[in-house]
């Protein structure tokens, strides 16, 4: 018996260790953002320390491209990254998720955020995603009432405009310096 338990358990890990592969048939995206401010407007997001946003300082990364993996039971998607080759040629792929507490919900990418260790009373959510048919990226978690907005990112260089996107529920409570945004997908052309 515990040799069965064994090659069981040595079966799933090794399966779980594997790259999330994804069909390269797939339409590959990428996220900018649209706003009247035009220090935000029609830029692409990037990923800097698994949070997404704008960011002006080197090192420059790549905009994050996607593909949608559409759930149909709820009508959401998951949104998985198509990562670039490192230096080793290895790629590390990554699920673009919403994190937060009180309604303030920073856009990231991680790599299992299944397993995120998170406070207790924290949203983790990496499956509620909808993409419109305008080109639009919406939050569409049960009871998400809310907007994508963008904070001046801390630590950005005197003069730089670096900034965070997050989603903001109705009922959050923050600072006034964040400006409205729309999170638009496009298609990737290579």
Do not use: C
């Amino acid at each position: 018996m515990k040799l069965h338990a064994l090659t069981i358990a040595l079966l799933a890990s090794t399966g779980l260790a594997n790259p999330i592969r994804y069909d390269v048939r797939q339409p590959i995206y990428t996220l900018r953002l649209s706003s009247p401010n035009p220090s935000l407007n029609n830029r692409y997001l990037t990923s800097n320390n698994s949070r997404l946003g704008i960011h002006p300082s080197p090192p420059t990364t790549p905009p994050i491209r996607f593909y949608p993996i559409p759930n149909p039971a709820t009508g959401l998607a998951e949104l998985r990254t198509v990562p670039p080759k490192d230096g080793d040629g290895a790629a590390t792929a990554t699920s673009v998720t919403l994190m937060g507490a009180n309604g303030l919900l920073d856009l990231a990418s991680l790599a299992d955020p299944a397993a995120a260790a998170a406070p207790a009373g924290t949203t983790v959510d990496w499956t509620s995603f909808r993409l419109l048919e305008a080109g639009l990226l919406e939050y569409g978690a049960p009871g998400a009432d809310g907007a994508w907005v963008a904070f001046p990112a801390a630590g950005a260089a005197a003069g730089e405009a670096g900034w965070s996107v997050k989603w903001k529920d109705v009922n959050a409570w923050t600072t006034a310096n964040y400006m409205p945004v729309q999170v638009v997908y496009e298609l990737v052309r290579e």
